[in-house]
C-alpha cells in the first residue's frame, strides 16, 4: 500500500509541475487517503505539502498556508528536519507575499537552521537564497549582498550552475 501511495505521490508531483491542478489533486488525495490507511504520517507529510503547493498555485492562500501547517507539524512529529525545513520554506514564501515580512524571517531563518542541523546542503543554499531575497525586499542592500555573494561563490565552486544562476539575477537587482 505504501508503495502505490508513494507512486501516487510521485504522479501528482509530475501532474502539478505540469500545471495539471486538479490531476495533481486527485493523485494527491488518493495518495494521502492509503497513507492515513496504513498510519504512516512521513509520506501524509509529503502528501500535505504536496496540496498546500497545489493550492498555492491556484492562489487559494489559505488552503495552502493550512496544509503547509500541517506538514509542518507531521515532520515535527516524526522528527524530519528536511519536512520541517521544506514546510517552513514554503510558509515563508506565503508570508512575504502577504507583507509579513518578519515571519518571514522568522521561518526561513528555520529553515536554513534545520537545513544545516540535517546536513542538507540544496535546502541550505534554498534557505539562503531566500534570505537574500527577503533582505533585497526590505532594503537591506548590505545583508542581501553577503547571504548572495556567499551562495553564488559557493555554488560556483560546487558547479551548481543553476543556483549560482539565481544567486547572480538576485545581486543584480542590488
Known amino acids: 500500500m505504501r508503495s502505490e501511495a508513494w507512486t501516487l505521490q510521485h504522479i501528482g508531483a509530475i501532474y502539478a ?24 504520517l512521513v509520506g501524509e507529510g509529503r502528501i500535505l ?8 498555485r491556484q ?5 495552502a498556508r493550512r496544509h503547509y501547517e500541517l506538514s509542518e507539524q507531521a515532520f515535527r512529529d516524526t522528527h524530519i528536519d528536511i519536512g520541517i525545513a521544506g514546510a517552513l520554506r514554503d510558509q ?15 521561518r526561513y531563518e528555520e529553515c536554513l537552521a534545520m537545513s544545516a542541523q540535517s546536513g542538507t546542503r540544496l535546502g541550505m ?3 539562503r537564497l531566500l534570505i537574500g531575497e527577503l533582505d533585497i525586499a ?14 553564488r561563490a ?5 558547479k551548481k550552475r543553476p543556483l549560482e544562476l539565481k544567486a547572480h539575477h538576485a545581486l543584480s537587482r542590488l
Request: overall charge negative; proline content about 0%.
Open 154 to 158: 559557493e555554488s560556483a565552486q560546487q
Open 59 to 63: 492562489g487559494h492562500f489559505e488552503q
Open 125 to 127: 543554499s534554498d534557505a
Open 92 to 106: 515563508g514564501a506565503l508570508d512575504l507575499r502577504e507583507g509579513r515580512l518578519d515571519d518571514a524571517r522568522r
Open 17 to 40: 509541475q505540469a500545471g495539471e491542478y486538479d490531476e495533481a489533486l486527485e493523485r494527491y488525495l488518493a495518495a494521502q487517503a492509503l497513507f492515513q490507511q496504513v498510519g504512516y
Open 49 to 56: 505539502n504536496g496540496l498546500g503547493t497545489v493550492y498555492e
Open 138 to 151: 526590505c532594503g537591506n542592500h548590505e545583508a542581501a549582498g553577503r547571504w548572495l555573494e556567499e551562495l
